[in-house]
């Protein structure tokens, strides 16, 4: 199984940075691709933010195109979203989900992000 952990969310004025960490642990070797959510209500649609895999192209979603990168390392340790020019818009739980056994899936506990105009 995988275990997944966000950290680095917290409240920032509009126009700041964030960055988040997703360290993932157990059988990493399995995963395949991995990705950031967001969530603006409890109960609400998970949105896809941004997803990397091992083969194929970045998916980032287009409302926060040229403002969030999503990067990892190498042997799927950890994922990280570096997220500049922060909105209002953007305030949501931050979650991360990772896909290992082709398609077994499970999601982190989830980081808060508020950003205050």
């Known amino acids: 199984q995988v275990q997944l952990m966000e950290s680095g969310g917290g409240l920032v004025q509009s126009g700041e940075s964030l960055r988040l960490t997703c360290t993932a642990s157990?059988?990493?070797?399995?995963?395949?691709?991995m990705g950031w959510y967001r969530q603006a209500a409890p109960g609400g649609q998970r949105e896809l933010i941004a997803?990397?895999?091992?083969?194929?192209?970045?998916k980032i979603a287009d409302s926060v195109k040229g403002r969030f990168t999503i990067s990892k390392d190498h042997d799927w340790s950890a994922i990280y979203l570096q997220m500049n020019s922060l909105e209002p818009e953007d305030t949501a739980t931050y979650y991360c989900?990772?896909?290992?056994?082709?398609?077994?899936?499970?999601w982190g506990q989830g980081t808060q992000v508020t950003v205050s105009s």
């Open positions: 989900k990772a896909e290992y056994r082709v398609s077994t899936k499970c």
């Open positions: 157990g059988n990493i070797g399995m995963i395949n691709a």
């Open positions: 997803g990397i895999m091992t083969h194929g192209p970045v």
